[in-house]
């Protein structure tokens, strides 16, 4: 353990839709192959997966996207952070005053792409950070090769790698179950939709 990768994980965005099951799955990951510090509001601590028991647990109640996040971020956390080797974000917020190498995941610009979705304003404080976290990561993960597209079409990659890495299923869709069903099935003309019900996904509500 004492020779392993210390890597950084923000995981106050654990409870957020999909970015927080994004990184719920990618944490046991995270922590068998690192040693791990994570970063948490105290309300989520009953939210967190299993975890080794080296994995170090940080509380703060400093907001994601806030003025103290971007301009007067902890400096005992700061000093916490970069003490470790690599600092990981699930999406495009980025403390100020990290001096160790940033890795961030921009799953879609859809806000850049589909008018309506915000204001102006919104739409352009949106591409801020966009850029932003572009600007100060080492790399940049997508979930899709759309997605890479539209990165690249709207934002200024400056040189930096973008690593498509695709979302699989959870892995107890794959576990082998002893509980087969019984009867027959019968197929109808119906398609299961399971995803947050908003204006870009393309639904009707």
């Not at 404080?125 to 539209?150: G, W």
């Amino acid at each position: 353990i004492l020779n392993m990768m210390k890597l950084f994980i923000d995981c106050r965005m654990l409870n957020s839709g999909g970015i927080g099951t994004y990184l719920e799955s990618l944490l046991p990951y995270f922590t068998e192959a690192y040693d791990c510090t994570l970063l948490i509001y105290s309300n989520q601590k009953n939210s967190l997966p299993k975890l080794p028991a080296n994995t170090q647990i940080i509380e703060t109640e400093i907001k994601t996207f806030s003025l103290k996040e971007m301009f007067c971020f902890s400096g005992s956390l700061r000093k916490i952070i970069n003490l470790c080797d690599i600092f990981y974000s699930p999406y495009c917020n980025v403390p100020n005053g990290i001096k160790i190498p940033v890795f961030t995941t921009i799953h879609d610009i859809v806000f850049l792409d589909v008018p309506g979705l915000s204001s102006s304003l919104g739409t352009i404080v949106r591409k801020f950070f966009y850029q932003r976290a572009i600007n100060k990561s080492k790399a940049i993960f997508t979930v899709s090769q759309f997605s890479a597209d539209r990165i690249k079409e709207k934002l200024r990659l400056r040189k930096k790698p973008l690593i498509v890495t695709y979302n699989s299923v959870p892995e107890h869709f794959t576990a082998n179950n002893d509980k087969h069903a019984t009867g027959e099935i019968t197929k109808d003309n119906s398609i299961i939709y399971v995803g947050n019900i908003k204006k870009h996904k393309g639904l009707s509500y």
